[in-house]
């Protein structure tokens, strides 16, 4: 079974940096794209930042300049390096990755999330 494991959540000033991991672990054929989502209460959850096999990235707005996703292959992990934050930033964020598994299935998979708060 194939499962995102997030950490690296908490409490930071504004200005401040924080870097979240998301691990894949179990036995899975290929990563293809990972992505870093966040949510606050009674909000949708917001696409943050996104990388394929390619190396290709993209970031929403807000955070562009800012945040940084990155992947270790050896390691099987994805980043989010986040700098100069702000109050706003204050989410649970969550790693979600489409990986196709050792049956050769494709999975969207979900991390548990992570509480990013950064005070004012």
């Known amino acids: 079974q194939v499962q995102l494991v997030e950490s690296g959540g908490g409490l930071v000033q504004s200005g401040g940096s924080l870097s979240l991991s998301c691990v894949v672990s179990g036995t899975f054929f290929d990563i293809h794209v990972v992505r870093w989502y966040r949510q606050t209460p009674g909000k949708e959850r917001e696409l943050v930042a996104g990388?394929?096999?390619?190396?290709?990235?993209s970031y929403a707005s807000s955070v562009k300049g800012r945040f940084t996703i990155s992947r270790d292959y050896a390691k099987n992990s994805v980043y989010l390096q986040m700098t100069s934050l702000k109050p706003e930033d204050t989410a649970v964020y969550y790693c979600?990755?489409?990986?196709?598994?050792?049956?050769?299935?494709?999975?969207?998979?979900w991390g548990q999330g992570t509480q990013v708060t950064v005070s004012s």
């Open positions: 979600n990755a489409l990986v196709t598994d050792s049956g050769m299935k494709l999975q969207d998979l």
């Open positions: 990388r394929n096999n390619g190396g290709e990235t």
